[in-house]
């Protein structure tokens, strides 16, 4: 059965300091990949997506960063965090179709930037 | 940017009773899921629905979906404490390859 990890679950961070969350998925090969944030009580929004391994979409400029250096993994970066970067971090993937599967995501990783 | 939009934001109701949620989006899509969040954790995928399709079951869910008015429920019977959590509809749109929209949510509330 398919798997995805993500990790930390909790991280504190100071505005400036570097930021790295990884998401790693097992049990499947060449998923569609994504992160999303979510703001507290409101929706998701999608940060980026991937469709294999170096490709990477960005939907909203800002500082952050993805990469994906190996087929099941996924990285969320940034070299200096801002207050705004607070959030809930979520990893997803789904398995690449035409129609739009489902998509099964880690459990998050809450960010709070001090 | 946000595609769906569920209402009503929060719902509170007795066990037992049913819960319905609605969701409107605004461009033509391929299909329609809903997803459950407890409190804290990763969402969990409920049911999907395509745009070729009108209504659907699951269990105690039954969800609906009418394109012409570019919206759809989520019905869950039967409500248990257990089904307390925040749900949300995405959207797959058509002829955007791997992008689903998440509505803001809404907060259900089932009381024992």
């Known amino acids: 059965s398919q798997t995805i990890h993500q990790w930390p679950a909790t991280l504190v961070q100071p505005v400036g300091s570097p930021l790295s969350l990884e998401c790693t998925v097992e049990?499947?090969?060449?998923?569609?990949l994504y992160w999303y944030r979510q703001a507290a009580g409101r929706g998701l929004q999608l940060l980026f997506y991937?469709?294999?391994?170096?490709?990477i979409s960005s939907e909203v400029p800002q500082n952050l960063s993805a990469s994906r250096p190996q087929d099941r993994q996924f990285i969320l970066s940034s070299k200096k965090l801002l207050l705004s970067d607070s959030g809930f971090y979520l990893c997803?993937?789904?398995?690449?179709?035409?129609?739009?599967?489902?998509?099964?995501f880690g459990n998050g990783t809450r960010l709070t930037v001090t | 940017s946000q595609q769906g939009e569920e209402d009503p934001q929060a719902l509170s109701i007795q066990e037992g009773e049913n819960a319905t949620m609605n969701c409107s989006y605004k461009?033509?899509?391929?299909?329609l899921q809903w997803y459950r969040q407890n409190s804290g954790r990763g969402l969990v995928h409920l049911i999907l629905?395509?745009?070729?399709?009108r209504e659907k079951h699951s269990g105690r869910l039954r969800v609906t979906l009418d394109t012409s008015k570019k919206s759809s429920s989520l019905l869950i019977t039967a409500s248990r404490a257990a089904d307390t959590a925040s749900y949300f509809c995405?959207?797959?749109?058509?002829?955007?390859?791997?992008?689903?929209?998440f509505g803001a949510g809404t907060r259900l509330t089932v009381k024992p």
């Open positions: 997803a993937w789904s398995a690449q179709d035409r129609v739009g599967s489902p998509l099964h």
């Open positions: 049990g499947t090969s060449n998923p569609n």
């Open positions: 991937s469709v294999g391994i170096g490709q």
């Open positions: 461009t033509s899509i391929n299909n």
């Open positions: 629905i395509r745009s070729n399709e």
């Open positions: 995405a959207t797959k749109i058509l002829w955007v390859n791997n992008d689903m929209r």
